[in-house]
């Protein structure tokens, strides 16, 4: 029986985008309202806090270690030895949203998706590498987790509202994305689905925000394997470690654990699920200075 570990519980609101990051050998997670940004060192069994700003919705690791940083207002900002450096300053569409959650592409370029507010729906955009912004898709409820098939032709993509993961066709060479249908679709007692990715075998991994648990998904899109975590706001997961056979969890709630229990908001980890692989390294260009 595969039980899910307490790393760290430092009561996120909306823990999320864990990410291994592999020049370092640390895991990196962040809390989106409250602007924080954690990592932590299993080879030491420390962590820490590291960064304190405006809301991060998600990031990513660059070619040379740095952060990229996906915030509020449309804004994208490198984040080195603890300075920011804004590649894009703001998305006027973006004003009253933020940034959901990112992943690099193969070749160094990155997807990012922004919130629904009231005025309108997200969106999921392609941040070029030569950092500017291209709009993909309209009208996305939840923009949400999202990863590549092993052959590198397949793009996987979460629209949490609408309780789906698409399956596109994705092109390397220009990152261009078609042919969209639904891979799996869920019910509402099953949570939405939230962050996912994909193991060494080819499979996707799911976290259910109101489910409590995290899912293996077969290649149909049917759910295979199901494990309970002990917060049912469960956001995110990611591989890691030294030979990425660790699962690490992100859970949300830590602002109600009077209803979302003691442990919400934590960060987990599982270990025996298999081996993961290693995202991609965004590769945007910096502006000069």
Same mark, same amino acid.
């Given at each position: 029986?595969? =039980?899910?570990?307490?790393?760290?519980?430092?009561? *996120?609101? =909306? @823990?999320?985008?864990?990410?291994?990051?592999?020049?370092?050998?640390?895991?990196?997670? =962040?809390?989106?309202?409250?602007?924080?940004?954690?990592?932590?060192?299993?080879?030491?069994?420390?962590?820490?806090?590291?960064?304190?700003?405006?809301?991060?919705?998600?990031?990513?690791?660059?070619?040379?270690?740095?952060?990229?940083?996906?915030?509020?207002?449309?804004?994208?900002?490198?984040?080195?030895?603890?300075?920011?450096?804004?590649?894009?300053?703001?998305?006027?569409?973006?004003?009253?949203?933020?940034?959901?959650?990112?992943?690099?592409?193969?070749? @160094?370029?990155?997807? *990012?998706? =922004?919130?629904?507010?009231?005025?309108?729906?997200?969106?999921?955009?392609?941040?070029?590498?030569?950092?500017?912004?291209?709009?993909?898709?309209?009208?996305?409820?939840?923009?949400?987790?999202?990863?590549?098939?092993?052959?590198?032709?397949?793009?996987?993509?979460?629209?949490?509202?609408?309780?789906?993961?698409?399956?596109?066709?994705?092109?390397?060479?220009?990152?261009?994305?078609?042919?969209?249908?639904?891979?799996?679709?869920?019910?509402?007692?099953?949570?939405?689905?939230?962050?996912?990715?994909?193991?060494?075998?080819?499979?996707?991994? *799911?976290?259910?925000?109101?489910?409590?648990?995290?899912?293996?998904?077969?290649?149909?899109?049917?759910?295979?394997?199901?494990?309970?975590?002990?917060?049912?706001?469960?956001?995110?997961?990611?591989?890691?470690?030294?030979?990425?056979?660790?699962?690490?969890?992100?859970?949300?709630?830590?602002?109600?654990?009077?209803?979302?229990?003691?442990?919400?908001?934590?960060?987990?980890?599982?270990?025996?699920?298999?081996?993961?692989?290693?995202?991609?390294?965004?590769?945007?260009?910096?502006?000069?200075?």
């Amino acid at each position: 029986m595969n =039980t899910a570990t307490l790393i760290a519980d430092y009561s *996120c609101e =909306t @823990g999320e985008n864990p990410l291994w990051h592999p020049l370092e050998q640390r895991l990196y997670w =962040t809390d989106i309202p409250t602007g924080r940004l954690f990592r932590y060192d299993p080879s030491s069994d420390r962590h820490e806090q590291c960064y304190e700003g405006r809301p991060v919705g998600g990031f990513t690791v660059q070619a040379d270690g740095s952060l990229l940083l996906f915030m509020d207002r449309g804004t994208v900002a490198l984040w080195k030895n603890g300075a920011l450096t804004e590649i894009v300053h703001e998305v006027p569409e973006e004003r009253g949203s933020r940034f959901n959650d990112v992943i690099a592409d193969p070749r @160094g370029r990155v997807f *990012c998706g =922004t919130m629904s507010t009231a005025e309108q729906k997200g969106k999921l955009y392609r941040l070029n590498l030569n950092g500017k912004l291209h709009p993909v898709i309209d009208d996305v409820g939840c923009s949400n987790g999202m990863a590549f098939t092993l052959d590198r032709r397949g793009f996987y993509f979460t629209d949490s509202f609408a309780r789906e993961i698409y399956l596109f066709d994705y092109e390397p060479e220009d990152g261009s994305i078609r042919n969209r249908r639904v891979f799996a679709r869920f019910r509402e007692a099953d949570g939405m689905p939230d962050g996912i990715t994909i193991d060494a075998d080819g499979r996707l991994w *799911c976290a259910f925000w109101d489910g409590g648990c995290i899912a293996r998904l077969s290649s149909e899109g049917a759910v295979e394997t199901k494990i309970a975590i002990p917060a049912p706001k469960t956001s995110s997961l990611t591989f890691g470690g030294e030979d990425y056979s660790d699962l690490y969890v992100t859970t949300a709630g830590g602002d109600s654990k009077k209803t979302d229990g003691p442990l919400a908001g934590g960060l987990f980890c599982l270990k025996n699920l298999g081996r993961g692989l290693p995202e991609f390294l965004s590769r945007i260009a910096i502006p000069s200075s």
